[in-house]
């Protein structure tokens, strides 16, 4: 597979804790050992019912001054020579595709290559063609996109042998709050912290957003419809993709 170098519009949230109050929540967020979250949506038949793969996972260790997560809508589609995925469980990306636009249709070879089918599928999605042998086992398959400068799994799929998916991402993101040990590629059904959804366009490049204290959770400074607050032990499936 190859494709022309592509290049996508660069989408940003954006903490600032150089200054108080600010500078004083993230501290107490290092104390209390909190992480931050993220979720994309996306959308296709048997996505696995377990919870969705956690995009990104930061420790508030690790931040300081002016904290920018950057997302270019860039995708590989990703396998995994495993199914029946439980909560909790990591996906391992162990095999990927080269990055490739929406609109691509590409085929999994027996040997887990990849080939191009055609660059003119649906605009809006990615679709997976199985050429494995009809014996072949039911695997785990999806697509992975970039934040903070690496591609992570967002979305998991199972796929039989001679099978196909259809994959359709979109911009919605999820980030919340949480003492946790959850990980990069870690499955998770539900919030387990305060949070907040909102949505990248060509009107919303960029999010500035603050964290609160009591509960821990995250705010923006001006009203907007595509921001909205989000609960503990709210699906997170749901509240990206309906």
Not at 23 to 37: A, H, R, T, V
Not at 98 to 106: A, E, R, S, V
Not at 190 to 203: A, I, K, R, S, V
Not at 214 to 239: A, E, T, V, Y
Request: some cysteine; aromatic content about 12%; overall charge negative.
């Amino acid at each position: 597979m190859e494709f022309e170098v592509l290049r996508a519009t660069e989408y940003n949230a954006i903490f600032n804790f150089e200054y108080p109050p600010q500078f004083e929540i993230l501290e107490e967020l290092q104390i209390n050992g909190y992480k931050l979250l993220a979720y994309k949506g996306a959308t296709g038949s048997n996505q696995i019912k377990s919870g969705l793969p956690t995009w990104s996972s930061e420790s508030f260790i690790e931040m300081f001054g002016r904290v920018e997560i950057d997302h270019q809508p860039l995708y590989k589609v990703y396998v995994y020579e495993e199914n029946d995925l439980d909560e909790y469980s990591l996906i391992e990306m162990q095999f990927q595709s080269d990055i490739c636009p929406l609109g691509t249709i590409i085929q999994l070879n027996p040997d887990y290559s990849f080939s191009l089918i055609s660059e003119n599928g649906n605009k809006d999605s990615i679709k997976l063609i199985d050429n494995r042998p009809y014996d072949s086992k039911k695997i785990t398959v999806g697509l992975a996109s970039m934040i903070i400068g690496k591609f992570s799994p967002f979305c998991a799929f199972e796929l039989c042998a001679q099978g196909e998916v259809i994959m359709k991402p979109n911009n919605k993101i999820c980030l919340f709050t949480a003492q946790t040990d959850i990980c990069r590629n870690q499955i998770v059904q539900n919030l387990t912290g305060m949070g907040c959804t909102f949505e990248f366009d060509e009107m919303h490049k960029q999010f500035n957003l603050k964290m609160t204290r009591m509960p821990w959770g995250i705010s923006q400074d001006l009203p907007d419809k595509n921001f909205k607050l989000r609960f503990p032990n709210q699906p997170i499936n749901s509240i990206l993709n309906k």
